[in-house]
C-alpha cells in the first residue's frame, strides 16, 4: 500500500498529498465504473465515502494541489458501451458529503455567511432520504417523454429511453406539464420486491443479485427491455435538469408540482428550519430506517427557497445549496503486529500499522494509518493527549474505524489486553531506505530523510510523480514500470524517460528485448512518451514535484505567467527575496524568544526591516508578484524559490523543460468585459458577499488577487477600502466601486 495512504490529512505535506490525491483518484475512477458501469461495486458505500471525503479533505488543506481529474471534478462514470449516448443539456451533479452534527453546523453557517444572513434569520431546507439506487433523466418536451438517460458522468449518460418506458411509475405523457422539462430521480428496488425476485432468480437457476441497487441498476441496463419490465423497478422523483419555465418557488412546492404531474415523491420529504430541526428528522429516519422497505443511506438537506439556490450556485461538481447527510460507518477491534516505515518523495517517514485482518463496514482491513510518531506516542500535532494518552505497541488490541477517512484509524488501544513485555515504540532517526539523518523541523509534525536524491524513495516516487495522470500523464509508464526501468539505471532523473528510446529503441538491451514486453508495445510506449512531449504550462508546474504545488497552484501560476520563460525569471528574481523572507522569519522567532526571555515586548518590525534592508528592489517586485497571486502565499513562493535555486534540482528541470513543447494556458470566458484581467476587492461589500464576488469574477475568466501591484488591471472598494485602495491610487490602477463593478460584468 503506497505510503501517502497511511498519512492522516492533518499530518500530510503537499508532496504526500499530492501522490495521496493521484491515488484516491484512480480508486475512485475504479469504484466508479464498477458501480455506475458494471453495477457490481467492489467496496462498500461507507468506504466509497471515506474515499471522497479524504480527496474533498486533502483538496480543501491543499488547494493548490487539486487535480485535473479530480474526483471533486467527476460525476459518476463514462456511459457504459452497448447504449446510446445522450448529453444532458444540465450537468447531473453529486452531491457534497456530511458525516456528523458539525459538518450539518459548517454548512448552514457556510451558506449563511456566503448570502450575508444573521445566524437566527429564517432559512428553511427540504430534507429527504437518499435513495441507493441509480439516477435517471428522463425529458419530456410537449408533455411527450423524448428521451431519458442514466446520470454517466454527469455530462453524458446511456441512453435507456426503451427500458424506461417500460417501468410503471414513470408516466409517458404529462398534464399542464411546463413545455420543456427534464425529471430526475432514482430508480430503486424495494426489498420485498428484491427478494422475490432473488428468489425467482434461484429458482430458474440464475445468479442471485447482491443487494437492492445492484438489481435495480443492472435491470435498467438490459440491453433487451423486455427484461426491464420484468423486473419490479420503482422511482422517486428528487429534481429536475433544463426547464421552460420554473416548476414553482420552492424547492418543496417543486416536488408538490412533479408530484401533481405523476412522478412518485418521498413521502418523508419535510421541511426543516434550521440545523437543530434537520438533525432531529436525520435522528428519526435513521431510527426508522430498516423499516422504510428501501435502502437509504442519509438524507439530501437542500435550501428550500429556490431564489436562494439561484444566488448560491454551483461548485465544479456539486450545488452550494445541497449536502447530503450519510450515515456513520463501524468499527471493530483487532490486534496490532507491526509498526512499518515508508518513505515518501518528499522524505517524509511515515508509519503504518499491520493489523490481523479484520471487517470494518464491510471491507477487509489489514493496514491503518498511524500519522507520525506523535500519535503513536498518544499525543496529536499539538500535543494534547489522545486515546487517553495511551501509546501504541505491536501486541495492542486496538479499535479500528473508517469514518471519514478512507484510511482505517485507530480509535482506541485496550490496556487492560496489552501483552506482558510490549515494548514502547522508538520512531527511528535515520532514514530505512538509505540510512541517512531523518530530522524534524521546529513546527512540523513529520521526520523527514536529508538524502535528498541519493534516497532510492525518493526518487522513484518523484517519477511516478512525473508520469501521474494529472501530471505527464504518458500513457504505458506507470509506477510498476518506473520502478522497474529505475532498478535497470534506464530512468534516474525526469529527462531520462524523453531520451529513452534513443539509448534503449534497438540493440540487445532495447526495450523490445525486455521480459513481458516486445516491438509493438515497445513502439506504442515510445509513441506515447513522444506524444506527450507537448504539455500546457500548469501540468509542467505540477508534475515538476515541487513542494505545496499542486494542479490548482500549476494552473494559477500558468494563467499568470503564460509561459515557462516568464515564470522563470520571476522566480530567478525573487530568490534574493525569497532568502530574505526565510532569514526575517527565522530572526523574527529568534527575537521573539529573546524579548520573551528579557521580559519586552518583541521589535518584529525592526528585525524583519534589518533582514529585508539590502534586497534589491527588483527582487522585492518579482517577490510581491509571487506571492500576490491569488492562492499562492509566501509558503509555496518560497517552496518554487528553493527548488528553482538548487542546483541539481534545477539542472533536472531545465532538462527536462528542454525537451518538452509547453502550451501556454488555454483563455477562458474570452467574451467577459473582465477575462483575463487581475482583480481585488477590498473593503465592505454591501450587495453580494465576499465569496459571491470572487466566486462570480472567476467564472468570467478573471483572476482574483489578494494584494495590489502593478500588474492589478481593477480595484473593486467597498466601503472601509485602506491600504489596498490607497496602494491603487498610488500606482494609477483602476478603482470602483461595488454598483460600478455590477454594472461592468453586467448579465456577462
Known amino acids: 500500500m503506497a505510503q501517502q495512504e497511511q498519512i492522516a490529512v492533518e499530518a500530510l505535506d503537499a508532496e504526500q498529498a499530492a501522490a495521496e ?32 471525503r479524504r480527496n474533498a479533505a486533502i483538496e480543501a488543506r491543499f488547494p493548490q494541489l487539486k ?50 444572513l444573521a445566524p437566527d434569520a429564517p432559512l428553511p431546507y427540504t ?3 437518499k435513495i441507493d439506487g441509480l439516477s435517471l433523466s428522463v425529458r419530456y418536451e410537449g408533455g411527450r417523454m423524448i428521451h431519458a438517460a442514466t446520470r454517466g458522468d454527469g455530462q453524458t449518460g446511456e441512453d435507456v429511453t426503451a427500458n424506461v418506458r417500460t417501468i410503471a411509475e414513470i408516466p409517458h405523457n404529462l398534464q399542464n406539464a411546463p413545455e420543456l422539462l427534464e425529471v430526475r430521480g432514482e430508480i430503486y428496488m424495494s426489498h420485498a420486491d428484491f427478494a422475490a425476485l432473488n428468489a425467482a432468480q434461484a429458482e430458474a437457476g440464475g445468479k442471485a443479485f447482491a443487494n437492492p441497487r445492484n438489481a435495480a441498476a443492472g435491470s435498467l441496463r438490459q440491453l433487451d427491455p423486455k427484461v426491464t419490465a420484468a423486473r419490479p423497478l420503482r422511482f422517486f422523483a428528487y429534481g429536475w435538469g433544463a426547464l421552460s419555465e420554473p416548476l414553482a418557488g420552492t424547492q418543496h412546492d417543486a416536488l408538490e408540482r412533479l408530484s401533481g404531474l405523476g412522478f412518485p415523491t418521498n413521502p418523508e420529504t419535510r421541511v426543516c428550519d434550521g440545523p437543530d430541526v434537520i438533525l432531529a428528522l436525520y435522528r428519526d429516519i435513521a431510527a426508522r430506517r430498516a423499516e422504510l422497505g428501501y435502502d437509504i443511506d442519509g ?4 435550501v428550500d427557497d429556490l431564489a436562494l439556490q439561484g444566488r448560491l450556485g454551483f461548485r465544479s461538481t456539486t450545488p452550494r445549496w445541497a449536502i447530503a447527510h450519510k450515515f456513520p460507518a463501524e468499527t471493530a477491534w483487532t490486534r496490532l503486529t507491526a509498526i512499518e516505515i515508508n518513505v515518501g518523495r518528499t522524505g517524509a517517514l511515515s508509519p503504518i500499522a499491520r493489523l490481523e485482518p479484520v471487517t470494518v463496514g464491510g471491507v477487509v482491513v489489514s493496514n491503518a494509518t498511524l500519522h507520525n510518531e506523535d500519535y503513536i506516542a498518544g499525543r496529536d500535532n499539538a500535543g494534547a493527549p489522545i486515546r487517553g494518552g495511551a501509546d501504541l505497541r505491536v501486541g495492542d488490541r486496538v479499535e479500528i474505524y473508517r469514518a471519514g477517512d478512507v484510511i482505517p484509524k485507530v480509535r482506541a488501544v485496550d490496556l487492560e489486553a496489552r501483552p506482558e513485555g510490549a515494548v514502547r515504540y522508538d520512531f527511528p532517526e535515520t532514514c530505512p531506505e538509505c540510512g541517512s539523518p531523518a530530522t524534524r523541523e521546529p513546527g512540523e509534525s513529520v521526520r523527514r530523510c536529508t538524502g535528498g536524491l541519493i534516497c532510492p524513495a525518493q526518487v522513484v516516487a518523484r517519477l511516478k510523480h512525473l508520469v501521474s495522470r ?49 516491438e509493438t508495445s515497445a513502439a506504442n510506449l515510445f509513441a506515447a512518451i513522444d506524444a506527450a512531449r507537448r504539455q500546457p504550462l500548469g501540468r509542467v508546474l505540477f508534475a515538476l514535484g515541487i513542494r505545496h504545488l499542486g494542479e490548482v497552484a500549476g494552473r494559477d501560476l500558468a494563467r499568470h505567467f503564460g509561459d515557462w520563460d516568464a515564470f522563470a525569471a520571476t522566480v530567478d528574481a525573487a530568490d534574493p527575496a525569497a532568502e530574505a523572507h526565510r532569514a526575517a522569519e527565522d530572526a523574527i522567532r529568534d527575537e521573539r524568544a529573546a524579548a520573551k ?6 521589535r518584529i518590525s525592526e528585525t524583519r526591516d534589518k533582514v529585508w534592508a539590502d534586497v534589491p528592489p527588483e527582487a522585492r517586485a518579482a517577490w510581491e508578484e509571487l506571492v500576490g497571486i491569488d492562492g499562492i502565499g509566501a509558503t509555496l513562493a518560497l517552496a518554487v524559490c528553493e527548488a528553482m535555486a538548487g542546483p541539481k534540482e534545477r539542472a533536472a528541470i531545465d532538462a527536462l523543460v528542454a525537451a518538452l513543447e509547453i502550451e501556454p494556458p488555454e483563455p477562458v470566458a474570452a467574451a467577459s468585459p473582465v477575462a483575463g484581467k487581475t482583480v481585488v476587492f477590498t473593503g465592505s461589500l454591501e450587495k453580494m458577499t465576499r465569496a459571491e464576488a470572487k466566486a462570480r469574477a472567476e467564472a468570467l475568466g478573471a483572476k482574483v488577487s489578494g494584494s495590489v501591484s502593478k500588474k492589478t488591471d481593477l480595484v473593486v472598494a467597498g466601503p472601509g477600502a485602506g491600504s489596498k485602495a490607497e496602494k491603487a491610487a498610488a500606482l494609477g490602477v483602476e478603482t470602483i466601486d ?7 460584468i453586467g448579465d456577462a
Not at 299 to 302: D, M
Not at 483 to 504: C, K, N
Not at 597 to 602: D, H, N, P, S
Open 127 to 129: 430534507a429527504e432520504p
Open 738 to 744: 461595488e454598483d460600478g463593478w455590477l454594472e461592468l
Open 597 to 602: 526571555e528579557e521580559g519586552r515586548r518583541a
Open 299 to 302: 438524507i439530501v438537506y437542500k
Open 21 to 52: 490525491l493521484a491515488r484516491l483518484a484512480e480508486a475512485i475512477a475504479r469504484a466508479d465504473a464498477a458501480y455506475h458501469v458494471e453495477d457490481a461495486p467492489e467496496i462498500s458505500d461507507a468506504a466509497y465515502d471515506a474515499l471522497k
Open 470 to 518: 494529472a501530471a505527464l500523464d504518458i500513457e504505458g509508464l506507470g509506477e510498476k514500470e518506473i520502478e522497474r526501468f529505475h532498478e535497470l539505471g534506464w530512468i534516474a532523473s525526469p529527462v531520462d524517460i524523453y531520451t529513452l528510446q534513443d539509448r534503449y529503441g534497438g540493440g540487445v538491451k532495447s526495450l523490445a528485448n525486455l521480459d513481458g514486453w516486445g
Open 67 to 116: 487535480r485535473d481529474d479530480s474526483p471533486s471534478e467527476q460525476v459518476g462514470a463514462a456511459p457504459a458501451e452497448g447504449f446510446g449516448k445522450i448529453r444532458h443539456a444540465q450537468r447531473m451533479l453529486s452531491l457534497a458529503n456530511a458525516f456528523d452534527d458539525t459538518d450539518i453546523a459548517e454548512f448552514d453557517a457556510r451558506i449563511r455567511r456566503f448570502l450575508g
